[in-house]
């Protein structure tokens, strides 16, 4: 007998998927965001050119604290700040520094106050002494800085200090890096808080270049000379010794308070 054969059913060969034609999700995505920034930018190109046209957000006002010897007007016209700027135009940064370049400025902040007000709040130099240089006055402060020059019929400030070596040149709102003349302001600041201070009128103090300080007085006939160490004690020795002697003066040279503990007259 003839056995039949099990047919076997052969599958279709599967057909190859055709692509998609989609672009892939990143390009989506990255579109997607491109767009979303260029709605960003435009609003905010719109929105820039409404605020600055609009006036809604323009200064109003300018306030200025801590002002003595400058004026609110001179600190305003220095910050070049007008009732026409726009308060999301102005920058803190370069204001500040337009007023820090006033010589009588040694702090200055800015704030912007929402929607229309400007905070300046300086803090002054304060002249302590007049400088004297080939026959011209100058004012300066503790730290040494030239804060202006004064014509010489105008009252000045404090004693006239001079120094042995003549300085070569002085510029009105930088510091004058010299060491005795530190040591020259050192000393009125320390003198002026003796009870010395309070009967005499310091008329000059030179600053030498070796360890000597010489201050003169109107009311006496001679010389204080000063070390260019411990200040402080200094002043204190010479206004105990002013206390007890002022009123039989035992000298008319000079008082030297460079000897340790001992104040040498002559």
């Not at 995505?29 to 929105?47: D, E, I, P």
């Not at 999301?88 to 370049?101: D, K, T, V, Y």
């Amino acid at each position: 007998m003839l056995k039949r054969r099990n047919r076997v059913k052969r599958k279709p060969p599967k057909r190859p998927r055709a692509q998609s034609r989609r672009p892939p999700r990143s390009a989506i995505f990255l579109l997607q965001l491109m767009v979303c920034l260029a709605v960003v930018v435009a609003f905010m190109y719109w929105f820039g050119i409404y605020v600055q046209e609009s006036g809604l957000f323009n200064i109003k006002e300018i306030e200025v604290a801590g002002a003595g010897f400058l004026t609110a007007e001179q600190i305003i016209a220095q910050s070049r700040v007008t009732n026409g700027d726009c308060i999301f135009m102005l920058r803190s940064g370069p204001i500040r520094e337009r007023i820090l370049a006033m010589p009588h400025v040694k702090n200055c902040r800015v704030d912007r106050v929402f929607p229309d007000r400007l905070v300046i709040e300086i803090e002054e130099r304060v002249a302590m002494a007049t400088l004297l240089v080939n026959n011209r006055l100058y004012e300066i402060d503790r730290s040494c800085t030239v804060l202006r020059e004064l014509a010489p019929e105008e009252p000045h400030t404090g004693p006239f200090i001079t120094v042995a070596k003549p300085l070569d040149s002085v510029e009105v709102g930088r510091p004058i890096g010299r060491d005795q003349l530190a040591r020259a302001i050192d000393v009125w600041r320390a003198f002026s808080r003796t009870t010395m201070a309070g009967d005499v009128t310091v008329s000059e103090i030179c600053a030498d270049t070796g360890n000597k300080i010489s201050m003169t007085c109107d009311e006496l006939n001679c010389e204080i000379r000063w070390g260019r160490d411990d200040i402080e004690a200094q002043a204190w020795k010479l206004d105990v010794f002013w206390r007890s002697e002022k009123e039989n003066l035992p000298f008319s040279k000079y008082i030297d308070l460079r000897f340790g503990n001992d104040v040498v007259c002559s």
